[in-house]
C-alpha cells in the first residue's frame, strides 16, 4: 500500500467520529431568533429609507431607543433637523385648557 493510501484512510475515518449532530427545534427557533425582522428594533439609526419632497430636501423615519424620529434634510442648505419638536408638541398638549 502506499503512504498517500494509508494516510487517506486515517484522515477519511477521523473526519467520521465528527459528524453532524442532529439539528433539534430548539436550533432551529434559536437561529430564528437571530434573522432580521427579529433583531431590527435592536438596532438603532441603521436604516435610511429617503423620502423625497418636490424641492430639494428629502426626510427619512431614524429609529431612536424608545420609538422613532423624523428627520428633514435640505440638501442645498446641507442641513439636517428633526421635522417634529416633541418638547414642543408635550408642552403645549400639557398646557391645553380642558375646561
Same mark, same amino acid.
Given at each position: 500500500m502506499? /503512504?498517500?493510501? *494509508?494516510?487517506f484512510t486515517i484522515i477519511i475515518f477521523s473526519i467520521e467520529g465528527y459528524a453532524q449532530e442532529e439539528v433539534? #427545534?430548539?436550533?432551529y427557533q434559536r437561529a430564528e431568533s437571530f434573522l432580521? =425582522? @427579529? !433583531?431590527?428594533? #435592536?438596532? #438603532?439609526?441603521? /436604516? =435610511?429609507?429617503p423620502n423625497w419632497l418636490k424641492d430639494s430636501r428629502m426626510w427619512y423615519q431614524n429609529t431612536v431607543?424608545?420609538?422613532s424620529d423624523l428627520? *428633514?434634510?435640505d440638501a =442645498?442648505? /446641507?442641513t439636517r433637523k428633526a421635522a417634529v419638536d416633541h418638547r414642543r408638541i408635550a408642552?403645549? *398638549?400639557? @398646557?391645553?385648557? !380642558? !375646561?
Open positions: 502506499s /503512504k498517500t493510501f *494509508i494516510i433539534t #427545534l430548539e436550533d432580521s =425582522v @427579529n !433583531t431590527r428594533s #435592536l438596532i #438603532l439609526k441603521a /436604516k =435610511v429609507t431607543d424608545g420609538g428627520i *428633514i434634510v =442645498v442648505k /446641507k408642552d403645549a *398638549i400639557s @398646557n391645553k385648557d !380642558t !375646561t
